[in-house]
C-alpha cells in the first residue's frame, strides 16, 4: 500500500512538472533607423564640413555642448539633427527621434 502510495506521489509531482505552464508571448516591432523619418525632407551637414561651412548653411545651433577630450569633440544641437565636430570638421550628423 505504501508503494503505491509513493507511486502515484511520483506520478502526479511528474506530471506537475512537465506540464507546460502558461506562457506569455509578446510581438516585438522594429522599424530600422533610416525608416524612422523621411530622410529626404531634411538636409543635414556632410562629413568633412568646416563650422563656418555649416554656421553659413545652417545658422547658429540650438546649443553647443563641448569641445571635449583629444581630439576635442563637440556637438551643435539644431532642432532636428546633431552635428558632431572634431576639432572645426563635421565628424558625423545624426537626424533627432521624433516625440
Request: zero cysteines.
Amino acid at each position: 500500500m505504501k508503494k503505491s502510495n509513493m507511486m502515484l506521489s511520483v506520478l502526479a509531482l511528474s506530471a506537475f512538472i512537465l506540464a507546460p505552464s502558461s506562457s506569455v508571448v509578446a510581438e516585438q516591432i522594429t522599424i530600422p533607423v533610416g525608416s524612422q523619418t523621411d530622410r529626404a525632407s531634411i538636409s543635414t551637414p556632410k562629413t568633412g564640413l568646416s563650422q563656418a561651412s555649416v554656421r553659413a548653411a545652417w545658422g547658429a545651433p540650438m546649443e553647443i555642448r563641448g569641445p571635449v577630450g583629444e581630439p576635442p569633440i563637440s556637438q551643435w544641437h539644431y532642432q532636428d539633427f546633431i552635428v558632431y565636430f572634431e576639432d572645426n570638421r563635421v565628424l558625423h550628423s545624426v537626424l533627432k527621434p521624433k516625440r
